[in-house]
């Protein structure tokens, strides 16, 4: 099973930028896919985006798309999530997420489609 700690969050003006990052160890990284999820007070965790296991796939979100990007070193066992253009609305508590399913592709994802997941950072865009 894969360990994920995730670092970068903060507090950032409406416009401005973040790249969280998330670490993996306990397994061999490129085993899996990674996903990005978030979650704000009083509201369901909601998918963001996912990366196959080489970098070469990417699924974003709606809300996310064309802002966010998300990227992965297999040879630093991390994957980021750079976030652009932020706006008060992505505030929440950011979660990276682990499934071994690298084969799986949708056009939206669940958090039960993953099994592994990090402790969250707090991301909070100020107006």
């Known amino acids: 099973q894969v360990q994920l700690v995730e670092s970068g969050g903060g507090l950032v003006q409406a416009g401005g930028s973040l790249r969280l990052s998330c670490a993996a160890s306990g397994d061999t990284f490129s085993n899996y896919a990674m996903g990005w999820f978030r979650q704000a007070p009083g509201k369901e965790r909601e998918f963001v985006a996912r990366i196959g296991w080489s970098g070469s796939y990417t699924v974003y979100a709606d809300s996310v798309k064309g802002r966010f990007t998300t990227s992965r070193d297999n040879a630093k066992n991390t994957v980021y999530l750079q976030m652009n253009s932020l706006k008060p609305e992505d505030t929440a508590v950011y979660y990276c997420?682990?499934?071994?399913?690298?084969?799986?592709?949708?056009?939206?994802?669940?958090?039960?489609?993953?099994?592994?997941w990090g402790q969250g950072t707090q991301v909070t865009v100020s107006s």
């Open positions: 997420a682990a499934d071994r399913r690298t084969w799986y592709r949708s056009t939206y994802y669940y958090p039960r489609d993953f099994g592994s």
